[in-house]
């Protein structure tokens, strides 16, 4: 691994505490508007300070982060379905290499769909990336989708965790699962970082952050149960305790609630929210 690759890793997982909270804010490329991300640059602005990293498309971040900010940028490379369409998880390249480039990216994540129908698509795919990934000094996230219908258990996460690094990722992000999650974390040699998914309670959310990183994981990649918590800001900052200074769920919870604000919960105006949560992977 050269020089540079090094060092945008390093952007990505703090070297202080070998941590990351990464803030995934892609909803859109497939969901369309969803709750706490309709007026996206507000919603994202306050968290930035808060995030090691910003997971997001190439269309937002143009369009609606400040190019003065210093945060670590990871671009979502794969799409292509959306959430009406018939094959949701059916994704292809959606970015050149020149234009991550171009937006001065610290890499990509792309999602590879192992057990689905066009697994090999995703993952030849996604190979591609890591060749040009390596070959610029990028860093290649797989990203572990889970279609609905499939059961998200240590022999299925471990699989595709281990097939991702197989084919040459330097990341994985991928979801919890409550048993044996470890082996999930140590049949995988490069680090994992924590999917959030669907919104759930706050101190859920915090505990199942506390579990993965225990279990071995490197830190989260985080949306919903940050953007949609009663207070994003408030949650960002919880996880971090969590994450970085091994703060255990409970005494996180308690920064959350002594950090929360009244009046900061989004406003739930996507008409089809239900039917999007149901269908995210």
């Known amino acids: 691994m050269d020089w540079g690759q090094k060092n945008r ?21 497939f969901l369309g508007p969803t709750t706490g991300l309709e007026d996206f640059g507000k919603a994202v602005k306050p968290l930035i300070p808060y995030a090691d990293t910003l997971f997001l498309t190439r269309g937002m971040l143009r369009t609606c982060v400040d ?6 940028i990871m671009l979502r490379a794969s799409g292509g379905t959306s959430i009406i369409g018939p094959e949701l998880l059916h994704e292809g390249i959606t970015i050149s290499i020149e234009d991550v480039i171009r937006c001065n990216a610290v890499g990509i994540g792309y999602s590879i769909t192992v057990g689905m129908p066009w697994e090999r698509d995703t993952i ?3 190979s591609k990336w890591v060749d040009d990934c390596n070959r610029y000094g990028l860093v290649a996230m797989a990203v572990t989708a889970v279609g609905k219908d499939m059961v998200r258990d240590a022999k299925y996460l471990g699989l595709a965790c281990r097939m991702a690094a197989e084919h040459g990722a330097h990341v994985v992000k991928t979801y919890y699962c409550d048993q044996d999650f470890e082996k999930v974390v140590n049949s995988c040699p490069v680090p994992i970082v924590m999917a959030g998914g669907k919104k759930i309670p706050e101190l859920d959310a915090l505990t199942m952050a506390y579990n993965a990183v225990k279990a071995g994981a490197i830190g989260v990649d985080m949306g919903r149960n940050i953007f ?22 409970e005494k996180a919870y308690e920064l959350f609630k002594k950090l929360r604000k009244p009046g900061h919960s989004p406003k739930k105006t996507v008409v089809d929210q239900e039917e999007q949560d149901e269908a995210k992977v």
């Not at 190019?67 to 670590?72: A, E, G, L």
């Not at 949609?228 to 703060?247: G, K, L, T, Y």
Request: aromatic content about 4%; proline content about 10%.
């Open 9 to 29: 890793i390093s952007k990505v997982i703090r070297p202080k505490t070998g941590k990351s909270v990464m803030l995934a804010v892609d909803h859109g490329y």
């Open 124 to 126: 030849l795919d996604f």
């Open 228 to 249: 949609q918590s009663d207070d994003p800001v408030a949650m960002i900052q919880a996880i971090r305790e969590v994450v970085h200074n091994e703060a255990k769920p």
């Open 67 to 72: 190019p003065n900010t210093d945060v670590p």
